[in-house]
C-alpha cells in the first residue's frame, strides 16, 4: 500500500507540502544542519586526499606512457 504522503507529493496536490511542513520541525532541520556541519572537518580532507591521489596516478601513467 502507498504512503499517503508520497503519492500526494507525485501527484503534486497541495496538500503533499501542509503534510510535510506539520511533520518537519525546525529542531528537525537544525539537528540535520548540526550533522552536516559536523561532518565538514571530516569529507573535506578526504575529498581533497582522493583528487591528489587521483592526480598523482594520473600524473605516473603520463609518466610512463611517455618513457
Known amino acids: 500500500m502507498l504512503n499517503p504522503l508520497i503519492l500526494a507529493a507525485s501527484t503534486g496536490g497541495p496538500s503533499a507540502t501542509g503534510q510535510i511542513a506539520s511533520v518537519v520541525t525546525s529542531g528537525m532541520m537544525q539537528g540535520v544542519?548540526?550533522?552536516v556541519i559536523a561532518l565538514l572537518p571530516?569529507?573535506?580532507p578526504v575529498m581533497i586526499s582522493f583528487i591528489g591521489?587521483?592526480?598523482g596516478i594520473s600524473f605516473i601513467q603520463s609518466v610512463?606512457?611517455?618513457a
Open 53 to 55: 591521489l587521483r592526480k
Open 33 to 35: 544542519l548540526d550533522e
Open 64 to 66: 610512463l606512457h611517455s
Open 42 to 44: 571530516v569529507c573535506i
